[in-house]
């Protein structure tokens, strides 16, 4: 099969390498139909590392996927040949305490796609992963928007903390595909007070397409002073999307007492 290998830095070719197996009887093999390249992936390809993470070329990157079911092991029940699956790239171990307490997530030997010396990316052919990871989705969802559902899951995770408090103003930090997600899972929730920040314009203009009321760079805002004029007892949460120290020191400084950050 081809895949598509880092192999320095800015430097990606596309190889011919064994086609993977299905070893274990819970194992999928899936045929990768779309793949989106999340900031790490690029901060792989510019730097070959994330801190202490370092890219020992050549690797795969890749765990935004969406796939179809090739083939099945002989104990997979939740899917069949032919599904259309989206993926968890979070491979747990299902061994230790915290998976035996469902909480896979937290697994003490978690391994995740396309982190260097953890797991291979899928930006390939052909992946195999446990059935645990697969969740199939309606025939009639387009592979981009399947490969969207993890990213998707990241804001919607967060915005289910706020289950129980009485939210009517957020503030979101970053307008990113994470704070875009974000953003439209706030609105699902029914919050309508949505404050987003970008340093990038053309992002600016997707917060407001994602239901933002008001949106600014600060590049060329004073964005502490303008929320507060809009909002004189500040926000009940805020959600720092963009990785930056300047915005998570913008975060607590917008919070009312009590709020969530």
């Not at 081809?2 to 390498?17: A, F, M, P, Y």
């Not at 993926?87 to 171990?93: F, G, Q």
């Not at 029914?190 to 949106?215: F, P, Q, V």
């Not at 590049?219 to 009940?236: C, Q, T, V």
Request: aromatic content about 6%; overall charge negative; charged content about 25%.
């Amino acid at each position: 099969m081809k895949t598509v290998h880092l192999t320095g830095i800015r430097q990606l070719k596309v190889s011919d390498i064994p086609s993977p197996q299905i070893n274990n009887p819970t194992d999928v093999l899936l045929r990768i139909e779309a793949v989106g390249l999340c900031g790490s992936d690029i901060q792989y390809y510019k730097t070959g590392r994330i801190g202490d993470q370092v890219v020992n070329y050549p690797f795969t990157l890749g765990h935004e996927c969406a796939a179809v079911v090739e083939d099945i092991g002989s104990e997979c029940r939740r899917v069949k040949k032919g599904d259309k699956v989206v993926v968890d790239p979070a491979v747990s171990c299902g061994l230790c305490d915290q998976c035996l307490a469902n909480r896979r997530h937290t697994c003490r030997d978690l391994r995740f796609l396309g982190c260097p010396e953890q797991l291979e990316g899928c930006l390939s052919e052909f992946y195999v992963l446990s059935e645990d990871n697969c969740y199939p989705v309606s025939s009639d969802m387009t592979s981009e928007l399947r490969a969207l559902a993890e990213p998707l899951s990241i804001g919607l995770y967060a915005v289910n903390f706020l289950r129980g408090k009485n939210i009517r103003s957020i503030g979101i930090l970053g307008s990113g595909p994470i704070g875009l997600s974000t953003a439209l899972s706030a609105r699902a929730k029914g919050i309508s007070r949505i404050y987003m920040t970008d340093k990038i314009d053309s992002r600016l203009e997707a917060a407001r397409t994602a239901g933002a009321l008001w949106t600014a760079n600060p590049k060329n805002a004073d964005i502490a002073k303008d929320i507060k004029e809009r909002e004189p007892l500040f926000l009940d949460a805020v959600f720092e999307c963009c990785g930056d120290q300047e915005a998570l020191d913008l975060a607590v400084e917008l919070l009312k007492p009590g709020g969530t950050l």
